[in-house]
């Protein structure tokens, strides 16, 4: 068994049940890094562990310890590693990346293979399946879908707390900018234009 599989059956077991960060999210990240290391030329062992790593410690939205995921993420992913064949420089490469992947973090990884897995992991935030997170998300912490007086934030400072549209203003509109890389970016822009597009519709709807 590879070792990329067998780190895939322990993270399987531990990722919680939120369909926002579950283990289909994991997967998802991971096939969009594969895709990229082949395109940045990386170190694809390192960037796939990093993937299947990155959110081992998740917890929700909700509480105030949510801001530290990444970095329980990178101290659990430490531990893990050190039963299957890493160098100790490995294994730093692939708990930096996961520490400072995270959007509120506010951090730009430092290797490359940090920087794939930041993009890898934002280009799930977008598209129709970030539309389907967003709202998965908003619907497990009962906000409503938008403020009524204005529901897209033209007179108003973004609230992703209170409303869940709010949260493409406040964050997803501004991912496309933030990516790292040639090939997250060329993406990020493709999935950002269904992003605006549902925007567009929803504005014709409500």
Same mark, same amino acid.
């Given at each position: 068994? =590879?070792?990329? @599989?067998?780190? #895939?059956? &322990?993270?399987?077991? +531990?990722?919680?049940?939120?369909?926002? $960060?579950? %283990?289909?999210?994991?997967?998802?990240?991971?096939?969009?890094?594969?895709?990229?290391?082949?395109?940045?030329?990386?170190?694809?062992?390192?960037?796939?562990?990093?993937?299947?790593?990155?959110?081992?410690?998740?917890?929700?939205?909700?509480?105030?310890?949510?801001?530290?995921?990444?970095?329980?993420?990178?101290?659990?992913?430490?531990?893990?590693? =050190?039963?299957? @064949?890493?160098? #100790?420089? &490995?294994?730093?490469? +692939?708990?930096?990346?996961?520490?400072? $992947?995270? %959007?509120?973090?506010?951090?730009?990884?430092?290797?490359?293979?940090?920087?794939?897995?930041?993009?890898?992991?934002?280009?799930?935030?977008?598209?129709?399946?970030?539309?389907?997170?967003?709202?998965?998300?908003?619907?497990?912490?009962?906000?409503?879908?938008?403020?009524?007086?204005?529901?897209?934030?033209?007179?108003?400072?973004?609230?992703?707390?209170?409303?869940?549209?709010?949260?493409?203003?406040?964050?997803?509109?501004?991912?496309?900018?933030?990516?790292?890389?040639?090939?997250?970016?060329?993406?990020?822009?493709?999935?950002?234009?269904?992003?605006?597009?549902?925007?567009?519709?929803?504005?014709?709807?409500?």
């Amino acid at each position: 068994m =590879k070792v990329t @599989d067998s780190i #895939k059956n &322990e993270v399987k077991e +531990i990722m919680v049940e939120d369909p926002a $960060h579950d %283990f289909e999210h994991v997967m998802r990240v991971y096939k969009n890094a594969q895709k990229m290391c082949k395109l940045e030329k990386a170190n694809e062992k390192l960037v796939l562990a990093s993937a299947l790593l990155h959110d081992i410690a998740s917890y929700p939205k909700s509480d105030k310890r949510s801001k530290l995921s990444s970095i329980q993420s990178a101290k659990k992913s430490e531990q893990i590693l =050190k039963n299957f @064949d890493f160098s #100790k420089e &490995e294994i730093r490469i +692939i708990s930096d990346a996961i520490r400072d $992947h995270s %959007f509120s973090q506010n951090k730009t990884p430092a290797s490359l293979e940090g920087k794939i897995l930041q993009d890898a992991d934002r280009l799930d935030a977008l598209g129709a399946i970030g539309i389907a997170r967003v709202f998965a998300t908003g619907g497990s912490l009962k906000r409503p879908f938008y403020n009524i007086d204005d529901p897209f934030c033209k007179t108003r400072t973004p609230d992703d707390k209170i409303w869940t549209v709010d949260h493409f203003f406040q964050k997803l509109l501004k991912l496309e900018s933030l990516m790292n890389t040639k090939s997250g970016k060329a993406e990020a822009k493709k999935r950002t234009a269904v992003l605006k597009e549902f925007l567009k519709q929803l504005k014709q709807e409500i």
